[in-house]
């Protein structure tokens, strides 16, 4: 469905403040209608698990593009939501299977809201090494849940 994301590119990106949700929603927003500018600004919260070191902002972005893609724009049956909701619930376990939690402190090893905590990631340079290739991964999992 949409083609693979470049790393190098994906690292220039989070070097000049776009942030992992925004990689996400945005790598598969126009195939579904909204702005690539629009998907930035959606999903401009909610990096560093929502800043609070919470639910990664890889997991909000692809849930976001989930709803994009799949959810209903109004009114709709049980069954609906029921099917998006085990869609949902399917990505989540997957990627808590692939990086060990859905959280930023789970998967980074560290509270990022803990200033020394913050300084060791920041040390081990965990945003590059880390977060950068769960972008590219996260896109190429979520291919299968839309």
Request: net charge negative; charged share 10%; aromatic share 4%.
């Given at each position: 469905m949409s083609?693979?994301?470049?790393?190098?590119?994906?690292?220039?990106?989070?070097g000049m403040g776009v942030i992992c949700a925004q990689q996400v929603l945005s790598h598969f927003s126009e195939k579904f209608g909204l702005p690539y500018e629009d998907a930035l600004r959606i999903a401009s919260c909610f990096g560093s698990g929502m800043g609070q070191?919470?639910?990664?902002?890889?997991?909000?972005?692809?849930?976001?593009?989930?709803?994009?893609?799949?959810?209903?724009?109004?009114?709709?049956?049980r069954e609906q939501k029921q099917a998006l909701y085990a869609r949902r619930d399917a990505f989540m376990a997957a990627f808590a299977q692939a990086h060990g939690s859905l959280e930023c402190r789970g998967?980074?090893?560290?509270?990022?809201?803990?200033?020394?905590?913050?300084?060791?990631?920041?040390e081990k340079?965990?945003?590059?090494?880390?977060?950068?290739?769960?972008i590219c991964e996260?896109?190429?999992l979520l291919e299968e849940y839309l």
């Open positions: 083609e693979q994301m470049d790393i190098a590119e994906v690292q220039e990106n989070f070191a919470n639910t990664c902002g890889c997991v909000t972005g692809a849930l976001m593009a989930i709803g994009l893609a799949r959810g209903p724009a109004g009114a709709c049956s998967i980074l090893g560290h509270d990022l809201t803990d200033p020394q905590a913050r300084a060791l990631i920041l340079n965990l945003f590059t090494t880390v977060c950068v290739p769960m996260t896109c190429a």
